[in-house]
Antibody, heavy 123, light 107 residues
Framework: QVQLQESGPGLVKPSQTLSLTCTVSGGSISRAGYYWSWIRQHPGKGLEWMGYIYYSGSTYHNPSLKSRVTMSVDTSKNQFSLQLKSVTAADTALYFC???????????????WGQGTLVTVSS | DIQMTQSPSSLSASVGDRVTITCRASETFTGYLNWYQQKPGKAPKLLIYAASSLQSGVPGRFSGSGSGTDFTLTISSLQPEDIATYYCQQSYSAPWTFGQGTKVEIK
């Protein structure tokens, strides 16, 4: 079955760039109808959708993150990545990669999630 | 952004009880509402999509309903394994947003 796995540094210094990769196994990232997303959860808090990337490279980024976010996809490696620049302590969170699946009625739901990776921003 | 407000923030119920969680949206829409269950230390799990469709593999005691601005998740008979935090999420308008969560505990 399809699985997602996040990887990347668990500790990032303030003002630097947070970089995470999500590896998709058991299925193709290039399958139509799936939007590959990043979602984060601040400690003890709720969920914040950061945006998605489609296998074609088209993206949507949450405006709340302003212009700090870059997402990319590498179909040859079946991976997609997140970069968040100029991080502060407020970016300390559990970061999930997830697959958004679109139904016939254009509803998008996250049907598959990675286990999450904790990123701490600290000097 | 569409704001999603869940109520209650937490609840305590007995095994076998019927539990209802409400999600209210700041804008009206139909069908673009999903529900997730998150257990401690785990990723969220999709329970209900498109307001009322049960995700494959999810027990039938979970159901969803609603349209407009008010949506509900119902657990018909609470089981010990249902202890978790539940989130609603809208996909009517980007950025997709989540409710703040409802923590369900056993009394």
């Amino acid at each position: 079955q399809v699985q997602l796995q996040e990887s990347g540094p668990g500790l990032v210094k303030p003002s630097q760039t947070l970089s995470l990769t999500c590896t998709v196994s058991g299925g193709s990232i290039s399958r139509a109808g799936y939007y590959w997303s990043w979602i984060r959860q601040h400690p003890g808090k709720g969920l914040e959708w950061m945006g998605y990337i489609y296998y074609s490279g088209s993206t949507y980024h949450n405006p709340s993150l302003k212009s700090r976010v870059t997402m990319s996809v590498d179909t040859s490696k079946n991976q997609f990545s997140l970069q968040l620049k100029s991080v502060t302590a407020a970016d300390t969170a559990l970061y999930f990669c997830a697959r958004a699946w679109v139904t016939d009625y254009s509803n998008y739901s996250f049907d598959l999630w990675g286990q999450g990776t904790l990123v701490t921003v600290s000097s | 952004d569409i704001q999603m407000t869940q109520s209650p923030s937490s609840l305590s119920a007995s095994v076998g009880d019927r539990v209802t969680i409400t999600c209210r949206a700041s804008e009206t829409f139909t069908g673009y509402l999903n529900w997730y269950q998150q257990k401690p230390g785990k990723a969220p799990k999709l329970l209900i999509y498109a307001a009322s469709s049960l995700q494959s593999g999810v027990p039938g005691r979970f159901s969803g309903s609603g349209s407009g601005t008010d949506f509900t998740l119902t657990i018909s008979s609470l089981q010990p394994e249902d202890i978790a935090t539940y989130y609603c999420q809208q996909s009517y308008s980007a950025p997709w947003t989540f409710g703040q969560g409802t923590k369900v505990e056993i009394k």
